[in-house]
Structures are given as structure tokens and as C-alpha cells.
């Protein structure tokens, strides 16, 4: 069974700041595809970023990277220039790419982010 | 595009009632995955529907079910409801059944008393 460990439960940052969140994953899978999404006071889920594992590329989306080590099993956050509109509760999520179980999510336990002026 | 919509947004139920809640996805997108989210239990799967089968299917009690239609639209309901199923249920979206990106919508909370 794959599992998903972000080990930073709550996380601050200074507004214009950079910020990393951490998430470690395990699987037994050679394909498959890793997210972020950040979940706000709304509670709406927001897809931040994607990465696909047979891409050595690390994803960017604006402020948004991620640094992705398949060895390590590891899928760093990494947001600059951190905004007041990104605190936010952050997950990271696995799914791999066989058919019938792709669809499934699995998600870590979260990281509260929280930007400070 | 419209997004994904859940209604409704908010239920109040009492042990022992049943609930059914709605998805209609983005338009096009023909997996539905249904997902409960809870303090104790975070976020977990609950099963997903691709073209009206259900194709995968998380550990749930068998009072969970689901089902689609074949507008993509999805239901899931709850029978004989307990004080643990109190909790938020996301709805997502995909355009397809490989690892597509799974866009979520707002969300309906439940609260059972």
C-alpha cells in the first residue's frame, strides 16, 4: 500500500518570503503521479502543482515549485514570495498510473501554512 | 468551464437516517471520486465511478454507496447514519480513469447528531 508523510504539521512564513514543505512517500510503483493541493479556510481543495514520476523535470506554476527526488521518494513544496492568500492548509497526494486504482488519492495528514505580514 | 458543484453544501441528520449526496463534475470529465475528510481520520477515499461503474472502491462500510448517471453526474449515499460519519465529503473530477488531475469541488459537510 503506498503512504504519504508530511512531517511538518504547521508551518509560518513572512509575507515576500520563501517557504519549503516536505513530503515523503513510499510505493512500490515505477509510474506515477504526485500532487499538491492546498485546501484554504473555504475548504475548497486547490490544485497547487503536478508532477509526473517519468519526468526528471521538476513542475513549476508561477511562485510554485517542486523539488522531486524519485530515489529519495521525496516531493518538496517550495512557494517564493509567499502571499497572505497562501495560507492555507497544504496537502500532498500520490496516485499511481494503473488502470483501475489511478483514480485513487492518497493524501498525506496536511501542513498548516500560515503567512504573516 | 463551470466547476465541480456539490449540493447540498451543508446537512444536518439525526443516527439511523439515510443521506444522498450529489456531484455533477466538469463538463466532459467522466470520473467521479468521492473522498471523506475528517479531523481524527484526515482524507479518504471512498470509491470512484467512471462511464456508470464503479471502478475502484476504498474501506468503507457497505452503508456507503454510489452511482452514476450517464449525464457523469454522481450520488453517494449514506444509510442508517452513525455519529462518525459526521465529516466533509469531497466530490472530484477527472477526464479520465490514468492519473489525470482530479479537481475537487466545494464540498458538502455533514453533521450527524
Known amino acids: 500500500a503506498q503512504t504519504v508523510t508530511q512531517s511538518q504539521p504547521e508551518m509560518s512564513v513572512q509575507e515576500a518570503e520563501t517557504v519549503t514543505l516536505s513530503c515523503t512517500y513510499d510505493t512500490s510503483e515505477s509510474n506515477y503521479y504526485l500532487f499538491w493541493y492546498k485546501q484554504p479556510p473555504s475548504r475548497q481543495m486547490i490544485l497547487v502543482i503536478r508532477q509526473e514520476a517519468y519526468k526528471q523535470q521538476n513542475a513549476t506554476e508561477n511562485r510554485f515549485s517542486v523539488n522531486f527526488q524519485k530515489a529519495a521518494k521525496s516531493f518538496s513544496l517550495k512557494i517564493s514570495d509567499s502571499q497572505l492568500g497562501d495560507t492555507a492548509m497544504y496537502f500532498c497526494?500520490?496516485?499511481?498510473?494503473?488502470?483501475?486504482?489511478?483514480?485513487?488519492?492518497?493524501f498525506g495528514t496536511g501542513t498548516r501554512l500560515q503567512v504573516m505580514l | 468551464k463551470a466547476g465541480v458543484t456539490q449540493t447540498p453544501r451543508y446537512l444536518i441528520k439525526t443516527r439511523g437516517q439515510q443521506v444522498t449526496l450529489s456531484c455533477s463534475p466538469i463538463s466532459g470529465h467522466r470520473s467521479v471520486s468521492w473522498y471523506q475528510q475528517t479531523p481524527g481520520q484526515g482524507l479518504q477515499f471512498l470509491f470512484e465511478?467512471?462511464?456508470?461503474?464503479?471502478?475502484n472502491k476504498g474501506n468503507f462500510p457497505g452503508r456507503f454507496s454510489g452511482r452514476q448517471f450517464s449525464n457523469s453526474r454522481s450520488e453517494m449515499n449514506v444509510s442508517t447514519l452513525e455519529l462518525g460519519d459526521s465529516a466533509l465529503y469531497l466530490c472530484?473530477?477527472?477526464?479520465?480513469?490514468?492519473?489525470?488531475?482530479?479537481?475537487f469541488g466545494p464540498g458538502t459537510r455533514l453533521l450527524v447528531l
Open positions: 472530484a473530477s477527472s477526464s479520465g480513469p490514468h492519473g489525470e488531475t482530479q479537481y
Open positions: 497526494a500520490f496516485t499511481n498510473s494503473t488502470t483501475g486504482t489511478a483514480s485513487k488519492l492518497t
Open positions: 465511478y467512471f462511464s456508470e461503474t464503479q471502478r
